[in-house]
DNA sequence: GTACGTGCAAAGGATTTGCAAGCGG
DNA sequence: CCGCTTGCAAATCCTTTGCACGTAC
């Protein structure tokens, strides 16, 4: 069913005019199949394997390309560069201030804030984005091991 | 009212054992009064008038210093700057993507996504972020001149 | 007086850009 | 074939850092 999605995404791309570059297909596989929400970096190291001229600039743009194309999504946290994910259906993050790992968490919309939003400022809202913080089991587990 | 904010403020940063330098004491009252949510260049270009020789590297420690106090949060968008603001009660953001604009709107704290949250990832939970996205009125009229 | 803060310049890291060469459709 | 993409390097932008000097307390 990920080949699925994967043949889709292609079929989406190509109805938008975007061309297929084996490096393309690549980023947009590797996405799919991950969990961690990569960096570009992270995306292009795990590449670079396969390809290993490509550079991180190609990545970029790739990334850039999916992303207004609706399939990718870019993540802006705190810290110093982007993450990216797939375009799922609503989630929302949870993400361990401990040692950086995002896990996904299922909750209805918020519509109801964003409707009050757009009540109380006219704005006409679009969407909204929402993360929780804290610690994860793991490194709840190492906290206790300093006694 | 302001004034009396900024005072308490400077006590708890002494008792922090911080110092209050005039550059600092500047940094914190252009916030405390400021609505604009500003970047770090923002407080630079509004306080040279006043400090011509402070260089950006102060703005950014102090900034720093007042976060690492609780008293400023640092606000990360897509966008390539932070952006800073003064730590008042619980309030959210909605953020205009046409001209960037950000306005506060009240809204009860999320305590319930937070808790389940927690029991489906077994984290433990400190705190959240949400942001509502869409186009404020002025854009909006904006984008009806276009007929 | 002493440690912390400032100012300057340089370094660092993420991302973008310009351009010649390559290849997808 | 044409024009979008690639790969490379250089450029850009934001932020941090090292260090000598200054100053808050």
Redesign the interface.
């Given at each position: 069913m990920s080949e699925n999605r994967l043949q889709k995404a292609i079929v989406a791309l190509k109805e938008s005019g975007v061309r297929i570059t084996p490096q393309r297909h690549a980023v947009l596989d590797y996405l799919m199949n991950s969990v961690i929400h990569p960096t570009a970096d992270d995306i292009y190291k795990a590449l670079e394997g396969k390809f290993p001229n490509m550079s991180v600039a190609t990545v970029y743009n790739n990334l850039r390309v999916l992303r207004e194309n609706g399939l990718v999504r870019?993540l802006?946290?705190?810290d110093s560069s982007s993450r990216f994910e797939i375009n799922l259906t609503d989630h929302?993050h949870?993400i361990?201030?401990s040692c950086g790992k995002i896990?996904d968490?299922?909750?209805p919309s918020?519509d109801e804030?964003?409707s009050?939003?757009?009540k109380?400022?006219?704005?006409?809202?679009?969407?909204?984005?929402?993360?929780?913080?804290?610690?994860?089991?793991e490194c709840?587990q190492q906290k206790g091991h300093k006694h």
């Open positions: 870019e802006t946290y705190g929302y949870i361990c201030e896990v968490f299922h909750y918020l804030v964003e009050l939003a757009a109380v400022t006219g704005f006409e809202v679009s969407h909204h984005r929402m993360e929780v913080y804290g610690t994860c089991e709840k």
